[in-house]
Every structure is written in C-alpha cells, then in structure tokens.
C-alpha cells in the first residue's frame, strides 16, 4: 500500500464551481499534512497546513480525520488560476516529507 | 518567506557524463537540504537528505556513487550525477527545511536533466 493515496483526477469543473479532493495516508504516526500545489513543471508550492480542527483560507478548507486517516481540501468558486496539480503530503517527526501523487484539476472558463 | 534557488533551472547534456547542480537557501541557514527527482506524472520522491557537514543519507535504491552529494556550508548543497544516462533525464528538485524548524519546506524551482 502506497504510504499517500490520491484520487488521480484529473478533475475538470466549470469556473466557480466547488471541488473536493481526497487523500489517505497509511502510517499512522504521521504528525504533520499538507497541501501544496504544483504547476505545470515548476516546483511545489505549500497552499496550507492541515490541521486537526480543520482550517480555512479564503476559498480553500482543509480537513483532517486521524481516526481514519484521511485528509481532505475544498476549494469553493473555482477560478482559471486554480487549475495545478494538488498534492498531499504527510510527515513524521522530522523527517522528510513524503508526496502523493498528486490530483490534476482543470477549471475550464 | 523563505527563498530556495537552484542552478541550472534545465541542462542538456550526452550520455556519460557528469552534470552537477546547485541548490541554496538565499536567505536563511539550512542544516538539512533534501534532493527529490519527479518522472512525469509521477510523484516527488525523495532521493537523499543532505545534511551540513557530514554524509548525505540516501533512500533505498538511489546510488549513492552515482548521485554526488556535498553540503560543505550552511547556505548550499550539490548533487552531481556522473556518468548520466538517459533513464537519468528527470526533474531534480531541492528543498530545505524553513527557518528555526518551522513547518513545512521550501522548494527551489527544480533542474529540468535531459540526457541525450
């Protein structure tokens, strides 16, 4: 089993659209989660740290299960700009960071 | 926030040989640099944690006599992959860990390797 699972996409939606995306991950001692997002051969960028209680920035809220290990971000009126590949990352105790695949997501106009 | 750049941004180069590429951290100290490679349509996965001063830490499976890695200061870290290959054409990116622990780690824009 893979150590982080994400649905693949890709995921096309109409601008101003709401989409979700899911991530699971298998070690459960891991600490820390993140969502970065990644363009078209550029490097990784952190859109926001995952939390237990679950947090918001602006149109993008991300959420966080232990119990079941799974880590989830929303992103509401989707813009042409979000279009990237969103990627799911997890963390022990320092340590390296460990990347999903990532989820590819297309708002077309 | 903190600044991660890499040098050079896309190398193209022939078959056997040996291509090194620079990372730094502009504006504050990393003691801990990690090295990822990214295939297409692949994820990050990591190569190698560079650690100031001493022996990179390789991952499992990644040659550590053909991936070349030196942190001899605070501020930057190389990887030199000798005698590339073309299966060795790949994304290389390069990361360190955010000032005084912070969480998360800031990237650098990658190296675009082709081999020929």
């Known amino acids: 089993r893979k150590e982080v699972e994400q649905d693949p996409g890709p995921f096309n939606v109409p601008e101003g659209a709401t989409v979700a995306f899911n991530c699971t991950y298998s070690?459960?001692?891991?600490?820390?989660f993140f969502w970065y997002r990644q363009d078209c051969r550029k490097e990784p960028k952190l859109l926001m740290s995952?939390?237990?209680s679950g947090n918001e920035d602006g149109r993008f809220t991300a959420q966080l299960n232990r119990a079941s290990q799974y880590i989830s971000l929303l992103i509401r009126d989707s813009k042409l700009s979000d279009s990237a590949t969103y990627l799911c990352?997890?963390?022990?105790?320092?340590?390296?960071?460990?990347f999903g695949k990532g989820t590819r997501l297309s708002v077309i106009a | 926030g903190a600044v991660v750049s890499q040098h050079p941004s896309r190398v193209i180069c022939k078959s056997g040989t040996s291509v090194k590429i620079e990372c730094r951290s502009l504006?504050?100290?990393?003691?801990?640099m990690f090295w990822y490679r990214q295939f297409p349509k692949q994820s990050l996965m990591l190569m190698a944690t560079?650690?100031?001063?001493?022996?990179?830490?390789?991952e499992q499976g990644v040659e550590k006599d053909k991936f070349l890695i030196n942190h001899a200061s605070l501020t930057l870290s190389t990887l030199t992959v000798t005698s590339a290959h073309p299966e060795d054409s790949s994304f290389y990116i390069c990361?360190?860990?955010?000032?005084?622990?912070?969480?998360?780690?800031?990237f650098g824009p990658g190296t675009r390797l082709t081999v020929t």
């Open positions: 504006d504050f100290q990393a003691t801990t």
């Open positions: 560079s650690n100031e001063g001493s022996k990179a830490t390789y």
């Open positions: 995952v939390y237990s």
């Open positions: 990361s360190a860990r955010g000032p005084a622990g912070g969480l998360g780690q800031y």
């Open positions: 990352v997890v963390q022990l105790i320092n340590t390296p960071l460990v």
């Open positions: 070690n459960s001692a891991s600490q820390s």
